[in-house]
Structure formats: structure tokens, C-alpha cells
T-cell receptor, first 110, second 114 residues
């Protein structure tokens, strides 16, 4: 069975500081990894997916199959980045059901 | 608003009562998913439909839970004989059939069982 672990419930940084939200997964097959974000009073939305290999709002994430990690990084945090971040995986070609981690709340202080 | 909609947004009920939630997906999205999120946790998959066919159900979906998508458009999730442990946010998401397509989430229905 697949599992996603986000070890930090809360991450607090100052504006302009680098950010790294950790995500580790366990899955024996070929997963697809995602980061979803939920801003205050808004619905859950896709931030980025590893297949796209793109940078969204300055965030990047690299899939490391050796360490089974998919950490989310941003070099300079902004106050508007404050939100709940969820790492998720899905099994390719198997209905696309998402398995989420427990989430990390990012607080960016001025 | 052309996004996924869910009704009601909030539901308070007494233990033992039945409740039904509705999800309207984005038009032409043929996949529809239900997730449950309890406080402090990430969403957990419950079930999904491709058109009107329910293709997979999680072990979390006990016999008291039933979901339908009769015409391949909106979906309903019913919980019978609610228990306090059913209190959670129930999220609906929709996507196109393509395996790499993005799931778009609704705002959720928050259920409180007293």
C-alpha cells in the first residue's frame, strides 16, 4: 500500500528566507507525485506535479526515487505563500486516486 | 462559477440520522472522486466514478455509506445512521478521464454529528 509522510505539521519562516517542505513516500510501483495547496478560506488546488517539471509561484519539487522523497522548495518565501501544503501520490494508470500526506502549515512572517 | 460545487456546505445532525451530500462536477468531467478529511489530517480517498460507474471503493467506506452518480453528472454521498466518528469534511473532486489529468476540488461539506 502507498503512504505519504510529511514530518512537519508546522513550518514557520521569515519573509525572504528559503523554504523546504518535506515529503517522503512509500510505493513499490511507479507513482506520480503532486503538491496541493490550500490558502485560507479557499479550496484545495494543485500547485505542481513532478511529471510537469515546472516551477509554479517560484516553487519547485524534484522527485528523488532513491530517497523516495519529493520535497517542495522555494528560495525566497513570501507572505502570500502562507497556506496548508499537502503532498500526494497516485498510481499511474490506476484510476488516479490520490493518497495525501498529513499536510504542513507554512507560516511566513513579515 | 464553473468549478466543482458541493451542497450543503455545512450539515449538523444528531447521531443516528441519515444525511446526503451532493456534488456537481465541472461540466464534461467524467471522473468524480469523494474524499474525507478529518481535523489535522490530509484528505483520504473514499470512492470514485467514471461516468455513472463506481469503479473503486476504499475500505473506509463502510456499509453505512453509499454513493451514486446516476446519470454520470452530479453525485450524491449518503451516510446512514451517522456516528460521531463520521464528523469530517467531505470533499468532492472531478477530472477528465485522462490518467494525467488534474483533479479539481470542491469547497467541501463539513459534517458535524452531535
Amino acid at each position: 500500500a502507498q503512504r505519504v509522510t510529511q514530518p512537519e505539521k508546522l513550518l514557520s519562516v521569515f519573509k525572504g528566507a528559503p523554504v523546504e517542505l518535506k515529503c517522503n513516500y512509500s510505493y513499490s510501483g511507479s507513482p506520480e507525485l503532486f503538491w496541493y495547496v490550500q490558502y485560507s478560506r479557499q479550496r484545495l488546488q494543485l500547485l505542481l506535479r513532478h511529471i510537469s517539471r515546472e516551477s509554479i509561484k517560484g516553487f519547485t519539487a524534484d522527485l528523488n526515487k532513491g530517497e523516495t522523497s519529493f520535497h517542495l522548495k522555494k528560495p525566497f518565501a513570501q507572505e502570500e505563500d502562507s497556506a496548508m501544503y499537502y503532498c500526494a501520490l497516485t498510481r499511474l494508470y490506476a484510476g488516479n486516486m490520490l493518497t495525501f500526506g498529513g499536510g504542513t502549515r507554512l507560516m511566513v512572517k513579515p | 462559477d464553473t468549478g466543482v460545487s458541493q451542497n450543503p456546505r455545512h450539515k449538523i445532525t444528531k447521531r443516528g440520522q441519515n444525511v446526503t451530500f451532493r456534488c456537481d462536477p465541472i461540466s464534461e468531467h467524467n471522473r468524480l472522486y469523494w474524499y474525507r478529511q478529518t481535523l489535522g489530517q490530509g484528505p483520504e480517498f473514499l470512492t470514485y466514478f467514471q461516468n455513472e460507474a463506481q469503479l473503486e471503493k476504499s475500505r473506509l467506506l463502510s456499509d453505512r455509506f453509499s454513493a451514486e452518480r446516476p446519470k454520470g453528472s452530479f453525485s450524491t454521498l449518503e451516510i446512514q445512521r451517522t456516528e460521531q466518528g463520521d464528523s469530517a469534511m467531505y470533499l468532492c473532486a472531478s477530472s477528465l478521464r485522462l490518467d494525467k489529468d488534474t483533479q479539481y476540488f470542491g469547497p467541501g461539506t463539513r459534517l458535524t454529528v452531535l
